[in-house]
């Protein structure tokens, strides 16, 4: 018993403990906009019809066994296509060290675990601010940890001077780690152009990009297009990686699906990455899960079906668009004297109002709104029954 005494509780997860302490509120008004999670227009949590439709195929089949050490092959194709384009030349050449991962997360542990062990003493760039896992991840995989200017707060936009100096500055042949789409928590993305900028200068520099997706098809509703950043990079013949997740997506959050890619110089070199990824793969958790493989590969690999999961795609992604035009409005209507210009500038899952701390304190103290203390909405969460009462609560505290 005396195993474990100096064990000290571990500090709160700042966006589930959110979760936590709504679940506790007993008030009926109560508002979670924290966790990043989509609801549909009455709050409530979505399972796709292309899923649904997936799953009626799946049940029944025989196949229960171990899936290979890097995942479903079918899957790991069908997402490839998703992110270097449909007709790939790096696909057809098998130019890409791609296993399945355990989700986003998963891809990110697994690729920072591999810079950590074929890349000693190098360091990640990581946005500021980042979703907060990105820090943990490379801090236990022993990455030392450097920052980047993103996000500019007077403008509530990007600080592109900001990031461009950074990126110039950052010794040759640095990783960086950019969200391709949807940058949560701030939702503010570079433009086409500014890609194009940033590409251009991680050439110069020769550094190396690890992509973040935690959220194609989130941003314009196309999946095609909110992989525009990668494709840039990719034409500019830049060598990266992504982190791939079907959790927001395909709303398969709980089934832990994902992909982890590195793109090399020639088919030779992306199988000796791959089974090094395997290899550290084999030791965390020898295969990853089958259910979720086997939704992803039905659905993508069936004309119809994509064609669904990109009708419902593109209805998720318009609902947030929509909320925030009325969140917009709503406040405006209020006569506040604010700029809310930001939130329908802001795109993808969240909004980062520019509220404070106190602010956010005030909104659960007296409103039984809960997220993130430092203001970022999740824009998923607001539904035509709520933004009216969200507009007025956050009139009050800006006031
Ligand atoms: N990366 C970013 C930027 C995210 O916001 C998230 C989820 O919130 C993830 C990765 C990983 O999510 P998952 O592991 O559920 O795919």
């Not at 005396?2 to 709504?22: C, H, M, Q, R, Y």
């Not at 992110?83 to 920072?112: H, M, P, W």
């Not at 069936?302 to 419902?312: F, G, I, R, Y």
């Amino acid at each position: 018993s005396s195993w474990w005494k100096n064990v000290e509780p571990a500090p709160k997860d700042p966006i589930l403990g959110v979760t936590e302490a709504f679940l506790a509120d007993p008030s009926p008004d109560k508002v979670n906009v924290g966790v990043g999670a989509y609801r549909d227009d009455n709050g409530k949590p979505v399972v796709l019809d292309c899923v649904r439709e997936a799953e009626r195929r799946i049940a029944g089949t025989s196949f229960m066994e171990y899936l290979p050490m890097g995942g479903s092959v079918k899957m790991v194709e069908e997402t490839l296509k998703l992110a270097y384009g449909d007709n790939s030349e790096f696909v057809k050449d098998k130019r890409i060290a791609a296993v399945q991962s355990l989700s986003g997360t998963g891809a990110c542990r697994l690729f920072a675990d591999f810079q950590k062990r074929f890349c000693p003493g190098s360091q990640i760039y990581i946005p500021v601010p980042t979703w907060s896992n990105h820090h943990n991840i490379w801090r236990d995989a022993q990455v030392p940890q450097k920052t980047y200017h993103y996000y500019h707060p007077e403008t509530k936009g990007l600080d592109f001077k900001g990031l461009m100096d950074d990126v110039k500055n950052a010794p040759e042949g640095s990783f960086f780690l950019l969200h391709a789409c949807a940058h949560n928590p701030t939702g503010v993305d570079p433009t086409e152009e500014q890609w194009r900028e940033i590409s251009q200068l991680f050439k110069a520099k020769n550094h190396f990009a690890f992509f973040d997706m935690a959220y194609q098809g989130f941003a314009s509703g196309d999946p095609a297009r909110d992989a525009k950043s990668i494709r840039i990079f990719l034409e500019d013949g830049h060598h990266i990686g992504i982190s791939q997740s079907y959790a927001k997506n395909m709303g398969l959050y709980g089934q832990r699906v994902g992909c982890l890619s590195v793109l090399c110089e020639n088919e030779k070199q992306a199988v000796t990455v791959k089974s090094q990824l395997q290899q550290l793969a084999r030791p965390m958790y020898s295969n990853p899960p089958l259910h979720g493989a086997q939704i992803v590969s039905t659905i993508l690999g069936d004309p119809e079906l994509k064609s669904l999961w990109l009708k419902e795609v593109k209805i998720m992604a318009d609902r947030i668009i929509g909320m925030r035009t009325t969140l917009r409005e709503s406040l405006e209507k209020l006569g506040s004297p604010l700029s809310w210009e930001h939130v329908t500038k802001q795109i993808g899952m969240f909004c980062y109002s520019g509220l404070t701390p106190e602010q956010v304190d005030r909104l659960t103290s007296e409103y039984h709104i809960y997220m993130t203390r430092n203001g970022r909405i999740s824009m998923a969460g607001v539904t035509t029954g709520n933004v009216g009462y969200l507009a007025n609560a956050i009139h009050e505290v800006t006031k």
